[in-house]
């Protein structure tokens, strides 16, 4: 037996919340969690529709039926799995690169502040997007998840040193906790990141009022 690659075309799917227009002042790129769907995670963030800010969230490009061999009435989507990871790496980075030069166009960037969401499984993605290309963030959150350990070995993660970068979790989650933290910090400090963490009560979930008060800017 012998395998073989072959690039192909892929059709995407993003999903945008606000105007984008000479008023906008923010935009946020928000890359959902394991299993989400873009059209349902980008709602939780109808918070920060102010008429300054454009919310961008992306859909992974794999999808699955979430109840299995059953009715097949839930979808999901997925950034990635083990199984061929360094190609599937390789084709959200480039997907989302293209995205980023799409949303943005002709604007400019100077009058803008970029910002990066991830949540879950999201959180690995946006680190790894954000180190494996000269794009600019002026903000990173990882919502409920962590930096990927391979982070050093990306070619552009120097550049997270000086993005602003917070870490926020809920006090019920059962993916992320304190004591995960700490066991990871001495490592990120190690690396020069030091991400400001934010505890809500709260479970695996994105919430309304933490999303204001962690991702609101002024106008």
Not at 16 to 23: H, M, P
Not at 36 to 54: P, S
Not at 97 to 113: F, P
Not at 182 to 209: D, T, Y
Request: charged share 25%; with cysteine.
């Amino acid at each position: 037996m012998e395998k073989h690659e072959l690039s192909v075309r892929r059709t995407a799917r993003y999903v945008t919340l606000g105007s984008l227009n000479a008023d906008t002042r923010r935009i946020w790129f928000v890359l959902h969690g394991y299993g989400q769907l873009a059209e349902y995670f980008i709602r939780r963030f109808d918070v920060l529709d102010d008429g300054f800010t454009y919310i961008v969230a992306p859909e992974a490009l794999s999808r699955f039926y979430l109840d299995g061999l059953g009715a097949h009435n839930k979808v999901g989507a997925t950034w990635m799995t083990r199984e061929d990871r360094m190609n599937e790496i390789e084709d959200y980075v480039q997907y989302l690169n293209m995205l980023y030069q799409t949303v943005l166009g002709e604007a400019d960037e100077n009058r803008l502040k970029i910002g990066l969401l991830g949540f879950s499984q999201g959180t690995a993605t946006a680190c790894r997007w954000a180190a494996s290309s000269p794009l600019q963030f002026d903000r990173l959150v990882l919502w409920a998840g962590s930096f990927p350990p391979e982070l050093p070995e990306l070619p552009y993660w120097e550049k997270l040193k000086n993005i602003d970068s917070l870490l926020v979790y809920g006090n019920e989650d059962f993916f992320i906790n304190e004591i995960e933290i700490a066991k990871h910090q001495a490592e990120w400090q190690k690396w020069g990141l030091s991400p400001r963490i934010i505890q809500f009560a709260g479970k695996h979930e994105i919430v309304r009022n933490v999303v204001l008060k962690v991702m609101a800017g002024e106008k």
